[in-house]
């Protein structure tokens, strides 16, 4: 094996089992928790079950991290398998307990030296740093200057999203009580985005409409200052919603690699079903 650093993240990251194995990227699941019943996303239940089962549940999900000895176990096949360093890449450490799961897993395990990697938020954006970060494996970078090139990354990585409803992140304690009261009482459609790894209002809009528009226009800014960008559109169970602001970026903006992703059962959780977002990122190779 000429490469020596393996490549992990979770669930959140919603990379496809293909893509996964084309890059050898390992995937710890988070945990979707409907009653007394835990299901580990994407191996014991899919999105679209996920969200059928969420129309009629009496009781709404819950979720959890993944236990530190699943990160163990995993760290210690890794060493068997020849590997000798690791970059675990999680979802924000302010609204998971699952970077700290892996670091605390890595303590545990002698043979193989584990690095973390807090992408200060979730989804497509997290795949972009493991994406990254498989190809400077496969390239044979070593951990610390995976560690870096991913650092440098998080100076042009911007994601905004906007919910139907925000009581599903006041519920799971994602967003503060103030600012749910702010929302409600004004019927708005707050553009959301991370700061520092937390979950923030970044503009209060009334229209879904108005909002999307002007997410849109923040990633004309970005555009607008130079480079090559890739963008994904993420929806949470609304293909055709995402698929029509997919269409209206790729038509304004012809040199954009635009894809599109989803909120899968964990992030559905905590977001409801109908949410949009958009991540983008300028690219360096
Ligand atoms: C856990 O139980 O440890 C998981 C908690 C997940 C909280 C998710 C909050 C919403 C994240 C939205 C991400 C949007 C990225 C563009």
Same mark, same amino acid.
């Given at each position: 094996m000429n490469r020596k650093v393996a490549i992990v993240t979770d669930s959140?990251?919603? *990379?496809s089992e293909s893509v996964r194995n084309q890059h050898s990227i390992k995937m710890v699941p988070l945990n979707v928790i409907f009653g007394e019943t835990s299901y580990q996303e994407?191996?014991? *239940?899919t999105t679209d079950e996920f969200y059928e089962k969420m129309k009629s549940a009496d009781e709404l999900p819950k979720t959890s991290q993944p236990a530190i000895g699943q990160f163990v176990t995993l760290f210690e096949q890794l060493a068997d398998e020849g590997y000798e360093q690791v970059v675990t890449i999680h979802l924000s450490m302010k609204i998971s307990g699952t970077f700290q799961s892996a670091i605390s897993a890595g303590e545990m395990v002698d043979r193989i030296d584990v690095f973390g990697f807090d992408t200060e938020i979730s989804c497509a954006p997290q795949a972009y740093y493991v994406l990254e970060a498989a190809k400077l494996a496969e390239a044979g970078a070593d951990a610390k200057e995976i560690i870096e090139k991913l650092t440098y990354m998080k100076k042009t990585s911007r994601a905004y999203f906007m919910v139907d409803d925000l009581n599903h992140l006041h519920r799971g304690g994602r967003l503060s009580g103030a600012q749910l009261v702010v929302g409600n009482l004004l019927k708005i459609k707050p553009i959301l985005h991370f700061e520092e790894g937390s979950i923030v209002p970044f503009e209060k809009v009334r229209t879904e409409k108005k909002a999307l528009a002007r997410i849109v226009d923040l990633l004309a800014e970005d555009v607008s200052k130079g480079g090559s960008f890739y963008a994904t559109v993420i929806h949470a169970h609304r293909l055709d919603g995402a698929e029509a602001l997919a269409a209206t970026i790729q038509e304004r903006f012809p040199d954009v690699k635009v894809d599109i992703s989803f909120f899968g059962p964990v992030i559905g959780t905590h977001l409801g079903a109908g949410s949009l977002g958009l991540s983008w990122q300028k690219q360096y190779t």
């Open positions: 959140t990251a919603y *990379i994407e191996l014991d *239940i």
